[in-house]
């Protein structure tokens, strides 16, 4: 069995960066397509950013467009997500999500996914 361990989660003003890392641990493979998502009180968990196994391919959520970076790390297990420009509206739990594929896919329905990180808060306040 895999586990997902999320971290870099805190609290930063609007304009602000943070680095969300997703580390592997367990029976790890490099050939998961990984994603992020986020959840706000009251709202439902929505798509952030994914990445393809080996890297080759990436998709955003408009609202991350040109703001947030996903990437990955294979030699260690880890995927991340540079996150700029942080608005309030960034407010959420983020978790990240994994599925065994050995293509170059990427998903953005979270029913697609087969294994879940804990989640780890980001809140973004003056």
């Known amino acids: 069995q895999v586990q997902f361990v999320e971290s870099g989660g805190g609290l930063v003003q609007p304009g602000g960066s943070l680095r969300l890392s997703c580390a592997a641990s367990g029976r790890t493979s490099s050939a998961y397509t990984m994603g992020w998502f986020r959840q706000a009180p009251g709202k439902e968990r929505e798509f952030v950013a994914a990445?393809?196994?080996?890297?080759?391919?990436?998709y955003y959520a408009d609202s991350a467009k040109g703001r947030f970076t996903i990437s990955r790390d294979n030699a260690k297990n880890t995927a991340y997500l540079q996150m700029n420009s942080l608005k309030p509206e960034d407010t959420a739990v983020y978790y990240c999500?994994?599925?065994?594929?050995?293509?170059?896919?990427?998903?953005?329905?979270?029913?697609?996914?087969?294994?879940w990180g804990q989640g780890t808060q980001v809140t973004v306040s003056s």
């Open positions: 990445v393809s196994w080996n890297g080759a391919n990436t």
């Open positions: 999500a994994a599925r065994y594929s050995s293509r170059s896919y990427v998903f953005v329905n979270q029913y697609e996914y087969e294994f």
